[in-house]
């Protein structure tokens, strides 16, 4: 079964800041999407940045960017120039490829990300 | 705005009672997930539904539990005689059928059972 682990529960940036936030996963698939989605406080989970893992060049988005490391099962957040906005909780999705008829998310356990003026 | 809509958003209730909460996901969504979600951890599948056939369901989804889609638009999940165990955020996703589609959240429904 597939896993995701996020092995840091908490971190804390200043703003303008880069921050770096960590991901782990287990599979034996080759083919997979993995995703970054924030939570705010009392807020609607939204989806930050997508990578598939066929794709060797990692993801952007604006601010936003992935290392993905697929030898490593290893798939990290750069947040740079760090707005207070951008405080939240962090979760770390991996998601089967289509050929298996699921799509359902397996998420890690979060990290929460501080910003601080 | 993700344009999937929960309710209630609220909800506390007695032991041995039961609830049922409402997904209105938008038209494109033809796939429809639920999760749950308990403090400090990730969502957890629950399970899913294409257009109004319920195609996946976890094993946290128990003999308690009950969803349905009736016309492929919006989604209900019913808990039976709850317990305090199942005090957590419900969640809600749509997506539309190409695989390479984003989920969309909805703001969850926190249930409190007492």
């Known amino acids: 079964a597939q896993t995701v682990t996020q092995s840091q529960p908490e971190m804390s940036v200043q703003e303008a800041e880069t921050v770096t936030l960590s991901c782990t996963y287990d599979?034996?698939?080759?083919?997979?999407?993995l995703f970054w989605y924030k939570q705010p406080p009392s807020r609607q989970m939204i989806l930050v940045i997508r990578?598939?893992?066929?794709?060797?060049q990692n993801a952007t988005e604006n601010r936003f960017s992935v290392n993905f490391q697929k030898a490593a099962k290893s798939f990290s957040l750069k947040i740079s120039d760090s707005q207070l906005g951008d405080a939240a909780m962090y979760f770390c999705?991996?998601?089967?490829?289509?050929?298996?008829?699921?799509?359902?998310?397996?998420f890690g356990t979060g990290t929460r990300l501080q910003v601080f003026p | 705005d993700t344009g999937v809509s929960q309710d209630p958003r609220h909800k506390i209730t007695k032991r041995g009672q039961n609830v049922t909460f409402r997904c209105d996901p938008i038209?494109?969504?033809?796939?429809l997930y639920w999760y749950r979600q308990t403090l400090g951890q990730g969502p957890e599948f629950l399970t899913y539904?294409?257009?109004?056939?319920?195609?996946?369901k976890s094993r946290l989804l128990s003999d308690r539990f009950s969803a349905e889609r009736p016309k492929g638009s919006f989604s209900t999940l019913e808990i039976q005689r709850t317990e305090q165990g199942d005090s957590a955020m419900y969640l809600c996703?749509?997506?539309?059928?190409?695989?390479?589609?984003?989920?969309?959240f909805g703001p969850g429904t926190r249930l409190l059972v007492l």
């Open positions: 999705a991996y998601r089967s490829p289509p050929a298996y008829n699921t799509d359902k998310l397996i």
């Open positions: 038209s494109e969504h033809n796939r």
């Open positions: 599979t034996s698939e080759s083919d997979y999407y």
């Open positions: 539904f294409q257009n109004e056939a319920q195609l996946e």
């Open positions: 996703a749509g997506q539309a059928l190409t695989p390479q589609e984003t989920q969309y």
């Open positions: 990578q598939e893992a066929y794709k060797q």
